[in-house]
């Protein structure tokens, strides 16, 4: 079914029309501008949307959880039905090829799937009982109830990477939502008729499973829409994917508010990858390959590229280093998001080669188009590195360095060195887990997610995985925004001493109780 952009501003129910202050869409693989104008979302909407949100609030976190998990499965239901004009719309705003928008779409719908039984599993209650002991010497113990309940409305800002998973629909949105949190979109806008065609797919949803309005409102626009939006005293809790200076600015602006409020800011992070000596000697062709497809990825513009590799020198190291060059050297650099992100990607990786220690192992094919970056990887040793603070710092796009270090010890200290991660991987054999095993305490404390023998592009959505890290991966290191963890970010916990049982939440009464996961005087019990 056709859904036709017209660049307005989606608050609750109403289509609010762009005036002059407006933008364009751009189509990175071209340079062309794409129609139509999308509204700069003002002060007034973003307050108008927030009012609205703080109505529904109540209604929306009182619902049945049975309703709440059905408008996430009608949001999947919606964006599917846009069918090929979203694939389409998406491709020309990102330039990201078709399989790629796809299998987003794929997993975008997959995470709202998952929400929906997680609201309905019920274990995000985090219910516990503590029954009274009147008796108890030399004091009496009181009656405890505990529950989890969601913040308020959430603001969300899109990011530009991922056009569905992590934007309008995406994981910050399914989680808050699944939380009983209504939802305010900032739009991305390199991306905005994506966006616009997604929020129209929410709120068909919302209409059709007859949640308040309210519960979700989508604002294209700029730096200052977002700025008006978090200020806003009735947003209680904040989702972003992007830099680390917007995420900071973000946080900051958060924390100057009358009533400072949490932001869940994914930020930046280079991703580690440990080369061990036996697995470099074993396969240094299957290692080469790997690095450069999980480097130029999407033209290595994930949050999780592997753009940091950390290598102990031997003679095991040349043969992997001339199978890297010549791996790298046949890639064809991609289109990448929009020409500012091209931009800084070119300048950050310039000055990766041009710093002093520095040396260049290969590079990809020139570029045969606009706005395609050109692939690189640099060698560095250990004094270098640690002593040039501006090595460590995010290029975002396909451009990695690896750290030579001379022995163990100068390993150790480089792990020790470097900031907090999203991921660290090890890529190992048999003979390397000894060493490995004595790096892990200090991995576990830099990054979010370790995994041995794959590469660290991308993310499942599960119930065990992390996206998340110390800073400056993350702006609240003990969270993750994929996966049914990233539901607690957008819940508090109550507890209730001493209350009637009239005055209990249903959760913590009789069936209710029973039909829920909970701890009772310290024991778990079952559902039934």
Same mark, same amino acid.
């Given at each position: 079914? +056709?859904?036709?952009?017209?660049?307005?501003?989606?608050?609750?129910?109403?289509?609010?029309?762009?005036?002059?202050?407006?933008?364009?869409?751009?189509?990175?693989?071209?340079?062309?501008?794409?129609?139509?104008?999308?509204?700069?979302?003002?002060?007034?909407?973003?307050?108008?949307?927030?009012?609205?949100?703080?109505?529904?609030?109540?209604?929306?976190?009182?619902?049945?959880?049975?309703? !709440?998990?059905?408008?996430?499965?009608?949001?999947?239901?919606?964006?599917?039905?846009?069918?090929?004009?979203?694939?389409?719309?998406?491709?020309?705003?990102?330039?990201?090829?078709?399989?790629?928008?796809?299998?987003?779409?794929?997993?975008?719908?997959?995470?709202?799937?998952?929400?929906?039984?997680? /609201?309905?599993?019920?274990?995000?209650?985090? %219910?516990?009982?503590?029954?009274?002991?009147?008796?108890?010497?030399?004091?009496? &113990?009181?009656?405890?109830?505990?529950?989890?309940?969601?913040?308020?409305?959430?603001? *969300?800002?899109?990011?530009?990477?991922?056009?569905?998973?992590?934007?309008?629909?995406?994981?910050?949105? @399914?989680?808050?939502?699944?939380?009983?949190?209504?939802?305010?979109? &900032?739009?991305?806008?390199?991306?905005?008729?994506?966006?616009?065609?997604?929020? !129209?797919?929410?709120?068909?949803?919302?209409?059709?499973?007859?949640?308040?309005?309210?519960?979700?409102?989508?604002?294209?626009?700029?730096?200052?829409?977002?700025?008006?939006?978090? &200020?806003?005293?009735?947003?209680?809790? /904040?989702?972003?994917?992007?830099?680390?200076?917007?995420?900071?600015?973000?946080?900051?602006?958060?924390?100057?508010?009358?009533?400072?409020?949490?932001?869940?800011?994914?930020?930046?992070?280079?991703? =580690?990858?440990?080369?061990?000596?036996?697995?470099?000697?074993?396969?240094?062709?299957? %290692?080469?390959?790997?690095?450069?497809?999980?480097?130029?990825?999407?033209?290595?513009?994930?949050?999780?590229?592997?753009?940091?590799?950390? *290598?102990?020198?031997?003679?095991?190291?040349?043969?992997?280093? @001339?199978?890297?060059?010549?791996?790298?050297?046949?890639?064809?650099?991609?289109?990448?998001?929009?020409?500012?992100?091209?931009?800084?990607?070119?300048?950050?990786?310039?000055?990766?080669?041009?710093? =002093?220690?520095?040396?260049?192992?290969?590079?990809?094919?020139?570029?045969?188009?606009?706005? !395609?970056?050109?692939?690189?990887?640099?060698?560095?040793?250990?004094?270098?590195?640690?002593?040039?603070?501006?090595?460590?710092?995010?290029?975002?796009?396909?451009?990695?360095?690896?750290?030579?270090?001379?022995?163990?010890?100068?390993?150790?200290?480089?792990?020790?060195?470097?900031?907090?991660?999203?991921?660290?991987?090890?890529?190992?054999?048999?003979?390397?887990?000894?060493?490995?095993?004595?790096?892990?305490?200090?991995?576990?404390?830099?990054?979010?997610?370790?995994?041995?023998?794959?590469?660290?592009?991308?993310?499942?959505?599960?119930?065990?995985?992390?996206?998340?890290?110390?800073?400056?991966?993350?702006?609240?290191?003990?969270?993750? +925004?994929?996966?049914?963890?990233?539901?607690?970010?957008?819940?508090?916990?109550?507890?209730?001493?001493?209350?009637?049982?009239?005055?209990?939440?249903?959760?913590?009464?009789?069936?209710?109780?029973?039909?829920?996961?909970?701890?009772?005087?310290?024991?778990?019990?079952?559902?039934?």
């Amino acid at each position: 079914m +056709s859904e036709k952009i017209t660049g307005a501003a989606l608050i609750g129910n109403a289509d609010i029309a762009r005036e002059e202050q407006s933008f364009l869409a751009f189509n990175p693989s071209t340079g062309e501008m794409l129609e139509p104008a999308f509204r700069i979302s003002s002060a007034e909407d973003a307050a108008r949307a927030s009012s609205l949100a703080a109505a529904a609030f109540q209604p929306y976190r009182h619902l049945p959880y049975t309703q !709440r998990a059905t408008f996430l499965r009608a949001i999947a239901e919606e964006i599917m039905t846009l069918g090929d004009d979203l694939i389409s719309r998406a491709m020309q705003e990102t330039g990201l090829p078709e399989a790629r928008i796809k299998t987003e779409r794929t997993r975008t719908c997959w995470q709202l799937e998952l929400f929906a039984r997680v /609201v309905e599993r019920g274990d995000w209650l985090d %219910l516990r009982v503590d029954t009274a002991q009147p008796d108890r010497a030399p004091l009496p &113990k009181s009656a405890f109830h505990l529950r989890q309940i969601p913040l308020g409305p959430v603001a *969300v800002f899109g990011s530009s990477n991922f056009p569905l998973a992590f934007s309008v629909a995406g994981g910050d949105t @399914s989680s808050a939502l699944a939380a009983g949190c209504p939802v305010i979109v &900032k739009g991305h806008p390199a991306h905005p008729g994506t966006g616009e065609l997604v929020a !129209r797919a929410v709120r068909k949803a919302a209409i059709r499973t007859n949640m308040p309005e309210g519960v979700f409102s989508y604002l294209p626009g700029e730096v200052a829409t977002g700025t008006e939006l978090v &200020k806003n005293p009735a947003i209680k809790a /904040v989702g972003f994917t992007g830099s680390r200076a917007g995420g900071m600015a973000l946080v900051n602006l958060a924390a100057s508010r009358p009533e400072p409020i949490p932001v869940y800011a994914e930020m930046s992070s280079i991703n =580690p990858v440990l080369l061990f000596p036996e697995a470099l000697k074993r396969r240094p062709a299957d %290692l080469a390959k790997g690095y450069v497809g999980s480097l130029t990825q999407g033209a290595g513009q994930f949050c999780t590229n592997p753009g940091l590799v950390f *290598v102990i020198d031997g003679p095991e190291l040349s043969p992997f280093l @001339s199978a890297l060059a010549a791996e790298i050297g046949d890639h064809e650099p991609a289109v990448m998001l929009t020409k500012n992100i091209y931009g800084a990607f070119e300048r950050g990786r310039d000055a990766l080669q041009h710093s =002093p220690g520095v040396t260049t192992i290969g590079e990809s094919q020139p570029p045969n188009g606009p706005n !395609r970056g050109r692939a690189a990887v640099f060698r560095t040793d250990f004094a270098t590195f640690t002593q040039n603070p501006d090595l460590e710092r995010e290029v975002f796009g396909a451009s990695s360095l690896i750290v030579v270090c001379q022995d163990v010890g100068e390993l150790e200290r480089a792990l020790a060195y470097i900031e907090g991660q999203l991921t660290a991987t090890l890529q190992l054999e048999a003979e390397d887990i000894p060493l490995a095993r004595s790096l892990m305490p200090t991995l576990e404390l830099k990054a979010g997610r370790i995994l041995a023998n794959e590469w660290p592009t991308g993310v499942e959505v599960t119930d065990a995985m992390v996206h998340g890290g110390p800073y400056p991966a993350t702006s609240a290191g003990a969270t993750t +925004s994929v996966g049914t963890l990233a539901i607690r970010r957008f819940l508090r916990p109550v507890s209730y001493q001493s209350l009637p049982a009239a005055l209990l939440p249903n959760e913590l009464q009789g069936e209710a109780l029973s039909a829920h996961p909970h701890l009772l005087d310290g024991v778990v019990k079952s559902p039934g």
